[in-house]
């Protein structure tokens, strides 16, 4: 018997809770934004680098589905690349800037009201659309002298021309940061880390390939503003 006295209250819960979820609203917005990477390339045989800064923009829409959750959608234009370091002793200096669209898809996680954490991971896809090299005279004439001692030798795979690059990239992005909510827009402001999972240059064995991973390593800081839109 006393269970069926529990029966009222259970329902009365139950609806109350899904009254609540029913209550809320999505939230459409659409923003754009940019910032600055530190890029670099996981090479194996391992490469000696330094941090190669870039810049990237982009358009971004984010949806709040429920309460404290949502998606986050962007297309961005990024540079990327790496920057490797030699003996200073050397005249040598190698910088090469990898162009990429990306599109990241992640889940938005958000805690608080006008002033909000916010926490961002997803899955990321890139298409590299352009290169640019930068090699000092030096660094060229020494490769010039080792390939024709021995033209067979795998010196300088990584400043081949783009056409020996996979044009395709895909990873993982996190990011975490703070979200301030004004009477004209959303304006967040994000550290993000980018772990790429495709390789930048070919890393088959059956090819003989001389780098087994060649994968993205990105740290971003990112401003982006929102409008909502419904």
């Known amino acids: 018997m006393r269970r069926l006295y529990l029966l009222p209250v259970l329902l009365t819960l139950f609806m109350s809770l899904h009254a609540q979820k ?18 670099s390339v996981d090479f194996m045989p391992a490469i000696p680098q330094m941090f190669n800064r870039g810049v990237y923009a982009g358009v971004a829409v984010k ?26 002793i050397t005249d040598f200096s190698f910088k090469r800037t990898l162009n990429y669209i990306e599109v990241p898809f992640m889940t938005h996680v958000y805690f608080g009201k006008k002033a909000r954490f916010i926490l961002n991971a997803g899955p990321q896809i890139s298409i590299l659309i352009g290169d640019k090299q930068e090699m000092s005279q030096a660094l060229a004439e020494d490769l010039a002298k080792r390939q024709a001692v021995d033209p067979d030798a795998p010196i300088g795979v990584q400043y081949g021309p783009m056409d020996e690059m996979n044009r395709f990239d895909y990873g993982l992005v996190g990011g975490v940061g703070m979200e301030l909510r004004t009477g004209i ?34 740290i971003e800081a990112k401003l982006t503003y929102y409008l909502k839109i419904n």
């Open 185 to 218: 827009g959303d304006i967040d402001l994000e550290g993000r880390y980018y772990f790429g999972l495709g390789d930048v240059f070919n890393s088959r064995r059956s090819d003989d390939a001389y780098f087994s991973r060649s994968a993205h390593r990105l």
């Open 22 to 39: 029913q209550a809320f609203k999505g939230e459409l917005y659409f923003g754009a934004g940019g910032g600055v990477m530190s890029a």
């Open 63 to 88: 949806y709040i589905s429920e309460k404290h959750l949502g998606l986050v959608s962007e297309i961005n234009f990024a540079q990327r690349g790496w920057k490797e370091e030699f003996d200073p």
